[in-house]
Nanobody, 116 residues
Framework: QVQLVESGGGLVQAGGSLSLSCAASGRTFSRYTMGWFRQAPGKEREFVAA????????YYADSVKGRFTASRDNAKNTVYLQMNSLKPEDTAVYYC?????????WGKGTLVTVSS
């Protein structure tokens, strides 16, 4: 069982930056692929970024590539999402995901609002 708690959301102007964190419980955190997803009002949840157990070679949705950076600290059971050059279309609830062998865990999300 993994519990995930996101933090760091808020209101920011277009062009600004925010850093999200996701703290995970559980001793097997390092085995999980960690991901970030988002859901904008009236839209389906979509993939944003994911990072494997080693932290190397994270991969991103085309819409955020070059602007967002995912990282993880297995010693702290935490995964991060650094978001730069934010756009109004990045406005969404951002969810942390932990995946291993077809089992997925989700956090409750943190709201990011980007004003124009």
């Amino acid at each position: 069982q993994v519990q995930l708690v996101e933090s760091g959301g808020g209101l920011v102007q277009a062009g600004g930056s925010l850093s999200l964190s996701c703290a995970a419980s559980g001793r097997t955190f390092s085995r999980y692929t960690m991901g970030w997803f988002r859901q904008a009002p009236g839209k389906e949840r979509e993939f944003v970024a994911a990072i494997g157990w080693s932290g190397g070679s994270p991969y991103y949705a085309d819409s955020v590539k070059g602007r967002f950076t995912a990282s993880r600290d297995n010693a702290k059971n935490t995964v991060y999402l650094q978001m730069n050059s934010l756009k109004p279309e990045d406005t969404a609830v951002y969810y942390c995901n932990a995946a291993l062998s077809g089992i997925n865990y989700w956090g409750k999300g943190t709201l990011v609002t980007v004003s124009s």
